[in-house]
């Protein structure tokens, strides 16, 4: 099952949320919105050595956490929810709360593909609902 193109770019999110969890840019330095609109809020931050930022997104989601987390983790299903995925495969599960995934994205001509590999760690704060 295909999502919408909404559903896509909030999972294109996730993907970014999650792969920034490990980024670990300075603490010190504030966040700055990116976008804030009814389906997600965005901020971003400078990490000091990468000409990349750090990508920090909240959204509601309509699924219990352990049905997202089912969701995020399925290779299988990486298509259906982030887009123009080429190939998607888990290379290792150190323990059961970590992944590493890689990911090609298929870029349109005359871009070249994209691939990347992130580190997913699944953790909850013990005060969330």
């Not at 193109?5 to 980024?23: C, P, Q, W, Y």
Request: net charge negative; aromatic share 8%.
């Amino acid at each position: 099952m295909r999502l919408s193109t909404r559903s896509a770019r909030v999972g294109a999110a996730l993907v970014a949320a999650f792969a920034a969890l490990e980024i670990g840019a300075d603490a010190g330095i504030d966040w700055k919105s990116a976008r804030h609109d009814a389906a997600l809020d965005v901020w971003t931050r400078p990490v000091a050595g990468s000409q990349y930022d750090e990508v920090r997104v909240a959204g509601n989601i309509c699924a219990s956490l352990d049905a997202l987390t089912a969701y995020v983790q399925d290779v299988a299903h990486f298509a259906d929810w982030i887009p123009d995925t080429a190939e998607a495969k888990l290379l290792a599960q150190p323990s059961a709360a970590e992944r590493l995934y890689y990911i090609r994205t298929d870029m349109p001509w005359p871009v070249k593909d994209r691939d990347m590999v992130y580190r997913l760690v699944a953790a909850q704060d013990a005060h969330a609902e």
